[in-house]
């Protein structure tokens, strides 16, 4: 039962354009939305998060942004860069734990 | 700056072999986890632990234990290794935060790539 998903696989995008990642999940208990990176070789680092009674949290080039009616959660990158090619997850909990339940992850691809 | 390690990087075992990861980090984070990341299924949780001596299992727990001897160490055992635990392992800590456990982000190591023949 996945209950963080990341229906997109893979996602190509040109350099400076926006990227858009997307994020479902079905458990109406999770308040707390994370977004982590992973490159090849590497542990994954963590990139931005919202908490559920925000709408939006923005850092620098990276926004994400929460619909908790839909519970859909997207990332949005922008302007992209090369440096920017890893897999993402999104990740949910409760707030009552500090257990983390991850999607499934979308490699993003930048190119020049 | 947070720093979690692991023991290898890759290592090669047989079925049936007895398989110690180890994991360190050096931030006295309370919590502590071992994930695995296969294709397609992300990472999936095998057990955490919030203290010295305390474990909990975490989605897939099958074929695997833990021991927590000590704060900074938290070590994944497969008893007796199979070619479907071939796989990369993450290990990752955090702090426990008593008033806001909204605010919780995991550190995470580089990995370890198994593979079981």
């Known amino acids: 039962d996945q209950q963080v998903k990341q229906n997109s696989p893979s996602l190509s995008v040109q350099e400076g354009r926006i990227s858009i990642l997307n994020c479902d999940y079905t458990n109406s208990m999770f308040d707390y939305f994370l977004w982590y990176k992973k490159y090849p070789a590497e542990g994954p680092t963590f990139l931005i998060s919202i908490s559920s009674i925000k709408d939006k949290n923005e850092d620098g080039r990276f926004t994400v942004f929460l619909n908790k009616s839909a519970k859909h959660l997207s990332l949005h990158i922008v302007p992209s860069q090369p440096g920017d090619s890893a897999v993402y997850f999104c990740?949910?909990?409760?707030?009552?734990?500090?257990?983390?339940?991850f999607g499934t992850g979308t490699r993003l691809q930048v190119t020049l | 700056d947070v720093k979690v390690t692991q023991s290898s990087r890759y290592l090669v075992k047989r079925t049936g072999e007895k398989v110690f990861l180890e994991c360190v980090q050096d931030m006295d984070h309370e919590n502590m986890f071992w994930y695995r990341q296969d294709p397609g299924l992300g990472l999936r949780l095998i057990y955490f632990s919030y203290d010295v001596k305390m474990k909990e299992k975490g989605d897939i727990p099958e074929g695997y234990s833990v021991s927590r001897e000590k704060k900074e160490r938290f070590s994944l055992i497969l008893e007796s290794a199979s070619t479907n635990q071939t796989s990369m392992y993450l290990c990752?800590?955090?702090?426990?935060?008593?008033?806001?456990?909204?605010?919780?982000?995991?550190?995470f190591g580089p990995g370890t790539r198994l593979t079981v023949l």
């Open positions: 990752a800590s955090s702090r426990l935060l008593a008033a806001d456990f909204n605010t919780d982000t995991q550190y």
């Open positions: 990740a949910a909990n409760t707030g009552t734990a500090s257990k983390l339940t």
